[in-house]
C-alpha cells in the first residue's frame, strides 16, 4: 500500500527518472504542481504518459486518486477510494482492465511513507533507495468530466506483495520498476503483453528506510523534518507486557495481604470464647522472687501449724465468701481477692496464739482426761503478781 510520498522533483527531471530521452511531445497541466514532502491523494504530481498519437511522450500532471470515467458527473470525487489497485486483479475488476490497453503511466517520487502498527501506536517509515534516485512506479490514468464540463485526469499506483525485507513493516508495497526495461515494457507493451515479470515485488537490497516523526502524518506538515532519521524509544516500547507485568506484581501482593488475613482470621478462631470480645490487656509481670518468697511462706505456714488447727472447721463468713466465689460473684471475687492476705495473717496469729495456750495446758490425770483450760475456770483468776501458795501454808491452815 502506499497513501503517503515524497515529490520533491523538478519538473524536467521527471522524464529523466522516467528513463525518457530528449523532450516530451508536450506538457500538460504541469502549472498545478507543487513539490512536497509529504504528498497523499487529491494532490497534483507529474506523470509520463504516451501520446494519444502513439508518438512521443507526454508530461502530464494528473490528480492521485482514480476517478473512473463513468462516475455520475453531479457525484463529488471521492480521490481515496481507488489511489492503489491490486495488480494481482487489475485485468478482472471493470474499472482497470479497460485502462491496461492505452491507459498506462509512470509516476516518479524520491520516496514513500508506510506505518507500522505497534499495538494502539503507528510509526511511520520513510522507504528510498540508497543512492538517492527516484523511485518508479507503474500505474493507471483515466479522464472524468464534472457538471461544469470540467475534465480531470486521475491516476492510481498499482501493487502487489511486499517483498521479503520489507514484509515486517507492511504486507503490500508499491511496484516498483527497477531499469529501463522494465518501464518501457509497462509504458509501450502491447495490450497483449504479460505483466507477471512486471508486477512483481521489488526484491533488490538497495532499498532502504529509517523511521521518521509521526508529525508527518498530518497533511499541514511539509518540510525536510519530513524525512529525518528519528531514534526509536527502547523504553516502554512493549506497553502490553508492563501492563501484565505490574499486574502480576499487584496480584502478588493482594496474595500476601490474603494470607496474612487469614492467619488473624485463624487465630480468632481459635481463641476461648471469654477472650474473643474482650480488648487484649497487658498483663504486668510480677516479680519472680516475691511470688517465691510468698508461696515458701505459705507452706511453711501449714506444716507448722498444729493437727488441731489444720483440721479446724471452717466459720460461717468463710463459708459464705467461698460459695459466693464459686458461683462468679464478680463483687465477692474483688473482695475475696482484695481481703486474702489479711485474713491469712489474723488465722495465723490466731493459731500461733492457740499454740501458746495448748503448751501451758496442765498434765493429764490417771484417767487420761484434759483439765480444763485456766480460762474456763470458773471463778477470779488470780493476777500474775500474786505470790503462789507454799507448802508451809499448806499445812499451817491444817
Known amino acids: 500500500m502506499c497513501g503517503r510520498a515524497r515529490c520533491t ?59 473512473p470515467s463513468f462516475t455520475k458527473k453531479n457525484e463529488k470525487p471521492d480521490f481515496y477510494k481507488m489511489f492503489n489497485a491490486r ?79 520489507l514484509q515486517w513493516l507492511h504486507d503490500r508495497m508499491p511496484v516498483i520498476l527497477g531499469d529501463k526495461e522494465s518501464s518501457d515494457a509497462w509504458l509501450n507493451g502491447s495490450s497483449s503483453s504479460k505483466y507477471d515479470t512486471i508486477l512483481k515485488p521489488y526484491e533488490e537490497s538497495d532499498l532502504v528506510w529509517h523511521p521518521v516523526t509521526p508529525a508527518m502524518g498530518k497533511l499541514s506538515f511539509d518540510g525536510p523534518e519530513c524525512i529525518k532519521e528519528i531514534p526509536l524509544k527502547t523504553e516502554g516500547k512493549n506497553p502490553i507486557s508492563n501492563f501484565f507485568l505490574k499486574k502480576e506484581i ?8 490474603e494470607e496474612k488475613s487469614s492467619f488473624d482470621e485463624s487465630v480468632k478462631t481459635n481463641l476461648p470464647k471469654r477472650m474473643k470480645g474482650e480488648p487484649i490487656k497487658e498483663i504486668k509481670e510480677e516479680p519472680v522472687s516475691g511470688l517465691e518468697e510468698k508461696y515458701s511462706f505459705d507452706t511453711t505456714a501449714q506444716t507448722n501449724l498444729p493437727k488441731s488447727v489444720k483440721d479446724e472447721a471452717v466459720t460461717a463468713d468463710d463459708i459464705r465468701t467461698q460459695s459466693s466465689v464459686e458461683k462468679g460473684d464478680p463483687d465477692t471475687k474483688s473482695i475475696a481477692s482484695v481481703l486474702s492476705d489479711e485474713d491469712t495473717k489474723k488465722q495465723l496469729q490466731k493459731r500461733d496464739y492457740k499454740e501458746f495456750l495448748a503448751d501451758s495446758k496442765p498434765v493429764t490425770d490417771g484417767n487420761n ?30
Not at 522524464?15 to 511531445?25: D, F, M
Not at 502478588?252 to 495481604?257: L, P
Not at 471463778?379 to 500474786?386: L, R, T
Request: charged share 30%; hydrophobic share 30%.
Open 9 to 67: 522533483l523538478r519538473a524536467d527531471d521527471v522524464p529523466r527518472a522516467c528513463h525518457r530521452t530528449g523532450s516530451p511531445a508536450r506538457t500538460l497541466n504541469m502549472d498545478r504542481y507543487r513539490p512536497s514532502y509529504n504528498v497523499a491523494p487529491g494532490w497534483n504530481l507529474p506523470v509520463v504518459r504516451r501520446d494519444d498519437d502513439g508518438e512521443g511522450f507526454v508530461l502530464h500532471c494528473m490528480k492521485w486518486g482514480l476517478i
Open 87 to 165: 495488480s494481482e486483479s487489475v485485468t478482472e475488476k471493470a474499472s482497470f482492465r479497460r485502462l491496461l490497453p492505452k491507459s498506462r503511466c509512470l509516476v516518479a517520487v524520491e520516496g514513500f511513507y508506510e506505518w507500522k502498527k505497534d499495538g494502539s501506536k503507528k510509526q511511520p517509515y520513510y522507504v528510498h533507495f540508497k543512492d538517492g534516485r527516484p523511485l518508479l512506479f507503474a500505474a493507471l490514468y483515466d479522464t472524468w468530466q464534472s457538471s461544469e464540463g470540467e475534465i480531470l485526469y486521475t491516476f492510481t499506483i498499482l501493487t502487489t506483495s511486499s517483498s521479503a525485507a
Open 250 to 257: 499487584k496480584k502478588e501482593q493482594e496474595s500476601k495481604m
Open 369 to 398: 482426761k484434759l483439765e480444763t483450760s485456766p480460762l474456763k475456770r470458773k471463778g477470779n483468776v488470780k493476777d500474775a503478781g500474786e505470790k503462789q501458795p507454799t507448802l508451809f501454808s499448806y499445812f499451817s491452815k491444817k
